[in-house]
C-alpha cells in the first residue's frame, strides 16, 4: 500500500545540485495537499509486535526496541525519563498535527470516530532467524511474516525487521521500508497493519542509512557518525520512525496522505532528508553532537539513548517540522 516514498524523495534531493534556492530547501515543501481522507487511524494504546527476520545482535534489538519504548511519554505528573528534545515529543506531534484533528473531523461522521492520542506499546518480540521463507522476499510474503509476529491485538502493528543479509523486492531500489495492511478486504474490521523495514548496512546503506553513509547519489558530504555506533541500524531507525508514523496515520490508505493512494507521501515520508533546521539536499540539518562520541542526533530517547529522527509534516503551515 503506501511504498516507502521517502527513498525517492531523498534520491531525488540529493541530486539537486543546481537548483535555486527556494528549490532546494526541503523544510520548504510544495503547497499543502497531505490531507485527511477520512478514514481509519490507529489511536489509544497501540501494541506493536517485532518479528526478527534473520540473524540480528542483542546489541542490534535494542536499538529498535528501545526507540520504541522511547514513544511512549511517562504518565502526567511522572518526572520525564529523557531530556529534550525527546523521542516521545516527536512522536507528541503525530497526536498534535494528525490525531486530533481526525477526532474533530469524527464529530462529523468520518471513520476516525473515537481517534483520540495514541501510546505506542511494545508488545513482544519474536525472532526467525533461519529465514523461513528464504532470504529472497517478495513484497506479498510480507503480510504472512507480520502474522508471524503476532500482533497482540486489533489496533496494532506487526514490525517485520529484516537482516543484512535478506533481500526484500524493491528494497533499494525504490524502497527502505514499507507499511500496509493483511486480514479482511476493504471495511474489515480485521485488517491489521504492520510495517516492515529492512537493514541496509550491507545492501544500501548510501540509500538508507543516509546521513550516516555517504549517499550514493548526489554532494558527497562526510558521513555523520551514528548514536548506536551501527549505522545499518540507526539508519534503520529512521525508517522505522517514518513507517510506524505512516501506519498510525493512514494505516488502510484512506487516512492522512498525499499524492496517489498506491504510492502516497505521508507524516514523515512527505520531508525525506529533513532532520533539523537548515536541511538541505545533501545536508541533514543543524543537528546537535554529542560531545563524548561525535554523534549526531536529534533526539534523547530510553536508557539514555541518542536517535535521529526525520521531521514531520505539518498540515496547518505546509512546512516540515523539526526537533532541532
Known sequence: MAEHGALLLLLMALAVTMAPPSAAFLVQPQPNLLTYHNGAVLSGD??????????????????????????????????????????????????????????????????????????????????????????????????????AARPAKAGGIALVLTAQDVAVEGFCASRCGHHGSYGGGAGSSSRAAYAWVGNPAAQCPGQCAWPFHQPAYGPQAPPLVPPSG??????????????????????????????????????????????????????????????????????????????????????????CSTLV
Open 46 to 147: 497501540i501494541p506493536v509486535s517485532i518479528l526478527w527476520y534473520g540473524r540480528f545482535t542483542p546489541a542490534q534489538k535494542a536499538v529498535v526496541s528501545d526507540f520504541l519504548l522511547s514513544l511512549s511519554a511517562p504518565p502526567r505528573g511522572a518526572p520525564s525519563s529523557s531530556p529534550s528534545p525527546s523521542v516521545a515529543q516527536w512522536w507528541s506531534s503525530i497526536n498534535r498535527l494528525y490525531l486530533s484533528k481526525a477526532a474533530a473531523v469524527s464529530k462529523n461522521g468520518a471513520n476516525g470516530a473515537g481517534a483520540r492520542n495514541a501510546r505506542v506499546v511494545l508488545a513482544g518480540q519474536v525472532s526467525d532467524e533461519a529465514c523461513s521463507l528464504g532470504k529472497n522476499l517478495k513484497m506479498s510474503q510480507l503480510p504472512a511474516l507480520a502474522a
Open 230 to 319: 551501527d549505522a545499518g541500524m540507526d539508519g534503520a531507525v529512521i525508517s522505522v520512525a517514518s513507517m510506524v508514523a505512516g501506519a498510525v496515520t493512514n494505516p488502510f490508505g484512506d487516512g492522512f496522505y498525499q499524492g496517489d493512494r498506491a504510492a502516497p507521501l505521508e507524516a514523515a515520508t512527505a520531508c525525506a532528508g529533513v532532520y533539523a533546521s537548515g536541511a538541505y539536499p545533501g545536508y541533514a540539518g543543524r543537528l546537535l553532537v554529542d560531545a563524548a562520541t561525535g554523534a549526531s542526533y536529534n533526539a534523547h530517547g530510553a536508557r539514555g539513548r541518542k536517535y535521529l529522527l526525520p521531521a514531520l509534516f505539518d498540515p496547518d503551515t505546509s512546512a
